[in-house]
């Protein structure tokens, strides 16, 4: 027979029961920024592998990376990575026992938030050459 | 309290003993890759779309290819310890299971070995 007794654990109650806040939006970006940056990594390790082989294939690889697709693709994973980096230092501090307060969680979640779209930009102007 | 199910009164198994590892080697890649992501980000956004002498030249300095073959190294550590935590969360089924967290060793093996190898040969100017 299957595990009947379960003992007597206490359980998590269920995701549904809380009230809806935008920490936990921030919890469920910080994996799907985690994910979505294993394609941003396979495009650059394709880039690397052309730039590898030789300057036929690389102009191949570097004019789908530079198109307006290509760009668009690459400014999204700027994001995922900016995003995820600056949660990522918070879940750190939270990790040290720090920030646990509501109301510092709340505002370490707007500054991720500031943060993310601060370093996106700096990136950008960073690829046009301005740095 | 009695935490133990019949299951596992059955099989005399306790804790796991070794399930804070994997935490503590994602918080350690973690930390490395806050410099590393920056030192690895600001010259490939320079590259991207440059031309293949300027590229060249960007990943034969060996800042840059030492910095860029760190970053592999642990980028895909981190990365497969993330998304194992995501696909132990979200798969279900021992052969399901079993072949995502497979599937997920090859992706992140292959695309670091791939990273690296390309690296070093731009590098030692290949």
């Known amino acids: 027979m299957a595990d009947v007794n379960r003992g007597n654990r206490p359980l998590s109650p269920h995701l549904s029961v809380y009230r809806w806040m935008y920490p936990m939006l921030l919890s469920i970006t910080h994996r799907i920024t985690g994910v979505g940056m294993a394609i941003s990594i396979t495009l650059i390790t394709w880039w690397f592998l052309a730039l590898a082989i030789n300057e036929r294939y690389f102009e191949v690889a570097n004019a789908v990376l530079g198109s307006v697709f290509g760009g668009l693709i690459l400014i999204i994973s700027l994001w995922g990575l900016s995003f995820h980096f600056c949660n990522g230092i918070r879940h750190l501090f939270w990790d040290a026992g720090k920030g646990f307060e509501l109301e510092t969680a709340w505002r370490s979640g707007l500054a991720v938030i500031a943060g993310s779209i601060i370093l996106t930009i700096i990136g950008i102007l960073v690829a046009q050459g301005v740095f | ?126």
């Open chain 2, 1 to 126: 309290m009695r935490y133990q199910t019949d299951r596992q009164r059955v099989e005399g198994l306790g804790s796991a003993k070794d399930g804070t590892h994997e935490w503590w080697q994602q918080r350690l890649t973690a930390v490395a890759l806050v410099p590393l992501a920056i030192l690895f980000v600001v010259p490939l956004a320079r590259a991207i779309g440059a031309d293949y002498d300027e590229v060249l030249a960007i990943y034969q300095s060996p800042f840059n290819a030492i910095i860029a073959v760190l970053f592999y190294l642990t980028i895909m550590a981190h990365l497969r310890q993330g998304l194992q935590e995501v696909i132990v969360d979200y798969v279900h089924g021992k052969a399901t299971l079993t072949t995502a967290l497979l599937a997920n060793t090859l992706f992140t093996t292959l695309i670091g070995v791939i990273g690296v190898f390309s690296i070093a040969k731009i590098a030692f100017g290949g």
